[in-house]
């Protein structure tokens, strides 16, 4: 995980943002920056403020001032690059192809020093820190409007720096002072850590910045740490947060958070088995929410969640709440793009239906189109959970080595990324058993423990690619 902390820390020789500088090192920064003109000399001291790689965008937010305007900082960056950057091939598309600069950890003190002697340090973080909500307001309007994958490695792109910003303990004056600035970068990046499967870091740097937080929480915040709690698989620690983010949504008048509250009361009692309560929420949600939800949860997967809250009790109304959530897809089509997290779910859903009729072929194909989805996204509660459908799918149709790969991969991703006590949702566990029954009527435990290693060693990344 990314170092926090190190912004409010005076800068030295010792272990720097958690890398080892030495004396060589320092040295050899410092007679770079004393070849530097005063115009590198100043954006040089600028840019140690960032914490991963940046583009010309970035500079020009950052850095510009009255003593470097903005219209001359890419002349002067261009200048600086070679003696004190290192260009960056991002896992991630860049700003439409422009280059992208990381300063190494010895040009970062040099310069961090030279600033605070200037005096001008914390106003540079503090920009860096607009920049930063800048930046998780736009991940999080890409979202809303289609670009899921684009929102998404933004925020994995900039992740280094948004997670200093989520941190109160690095901003000027005291701690409370930037809580509020800390605590919208979390929730903007809800869907980072809940639909992208960041559940954990998610909680802790919420979890961080609320602890700081000295007003009122806000209901959107509430709301996000109940999520959290939920996709952690501690639906009783969610319900205490739910209630009070009602009140706070009451208190701010916040009526989208109303509707946001409502979804997730019922994917808490979906998670716990309570059908008819999901649906009721699911239903008091939709009444609530607009035709484009500007943040949170779009319709079209609160229309998916009922399906899946009654695709094994009432499969007629369960399809007409996929076709619902179809109209819904298609009104959203002619403003902006899918909701490609409510398509792996709508999968998972028609999964369901088509193997109540029968229809056990393309029941598979569309357990294995929710996997093959979530594992696109990154979510790991909805990956493990397509894996546990398509092992039953697999099951009835005689694949039985197929079936026991996909609950052993299934283990090892849950075991990666949540702790030992862990418990998945009703609803999913009701699959697993289902299949683990029949599995152990037809292997031995030896069988079945070798085909469950085997099926972690491939993953499920390999498993989904099977036909």
């Not at 272990?15 to 004393?34: F, I, K, M, N, R």
């Not at 920049?131 to 809303?144: F, G, H, N, S």
């Not at 008048?253 to 008819?276: E, I, K, N, S, V």
Request: hydrophobic share 45%.
């Amino acid at each position: 995980m990314e170092s926090m902390g190190h912004m409010g820390k005076s800068p030295g020789t010792e272990l720097l943002w958690g890398e080892p500088v030495s004396a060589d090192q320092l040295t050899a920064a410092e007679q770079g920056y004393a070849r530097c003109g005063p115009a590198e000399r100043f954006l040089w001291e600028r840019l140690s403020v960032f914490e991963g790689a940046f583009g010309r965008e970035a500079v020009r937010e950052v850095c510009a001032s009255d003593a470097l305007p903005a219209g001359e900082i890419q002349a002067v960056l261009d200048r600086l690059a070679p003696l004190a950057l290192l260009p960056v091939d991002d896992l991630f598309d860049g700003e439409d192809g422009a280059p992208r600069y990381w300063m190494p950890h010895p040009m970062r003190a040099v310069g961090a020093r030279r600033l605070t002697e200037r005096g001008d340090r914390w106003a540079v973080v503090l920009r860096h820190r607009r920049w930063c909500v800048k930046l998780a307001r736009q991940a999080a309007d890409w979202w809303q409007s289609g670009r899921q994958i684009d929102a998404r490695n933004l925020a994995l792109r900039e992740l280094p720096d948004l997670a200093a910003a989520m941190d109160p303990t690095t901003a000027p004056l005291s701690p409370s002072a930037e809580a509020d600035t800390s605590v919208e970068i979390a929730v903007s990046l809800w869907f980072l850590w809940v639909a992208c499967g960041r559940v954990a870091e998610g909680h802790i740097r919420l979890r961080h910045a609320l602890s700081l937080h000295s007003g009122p929480l806000p209901a959107r915040a509430l709301w996000l740490a109940a999520y959290l709690e939920l996709e952690a698989g501690r639906p009783e620690d969610a319900d205490p947060l739910l209630v009070q983010a009602w009140a706070a949504a009451v208190r701010d008048g916040d009526d989208r958070c109303l509707g946001m509250l409502a979804h997730l009361r019922g994917a808490t009692a979906l998670f716990q088995g309570r059908a008819r309560e999901a649906a009721a929420e699911f239903r008091e949600a939709l009444a609530l929410m607009e035709e484009h939800p500007e943040f949170g949860p779009s319709r079209e997967l609160c229309w998916v969640a009922l399906a899946l809250t009654l695709s094994r009790t009432d499969p007629e109304a369960a399809q007409e709440a996929l076709d619902q959530a179809v109209l819904d897809t298609s009104a959203r089509l002619a403003w902006t793009g899918r909701d490609l997290w409510a398509d792996a779910w709508a999968h998972h859903a028609r999964a369901e239906l088509l193997s109540w009729d029968g229809e056990r072929e393309r029941a598979a194909e569309h357990a294995r189109r929710a996997l093959r989805a979530h594992l696109h996204l990154g979510t790991a509660v909805g990956a493990a959970c397509a894996a546990e459908l398509l092992a039953q799918m697999r099951v009835m149709v005689g694949r039985m080595t197929s079936a026991a790969h996909l609950l052993g991969a299934a283990d090892l991703l849950r075991a990666s990324v949540f702790e030992e006590t862990y418990r998945p949702a009703e609803y999913c566990a009701t699959s697993r058993d289902r299949s683990e029954t029949l599995l152990r009527g037809l292997l031995d435990d030896q069988e079945l423990r070798r085909a469950y290693e085997e099926g972690a060693r491939l993953g499920l990344f390999a498993l989904a690619g099977e036909e």
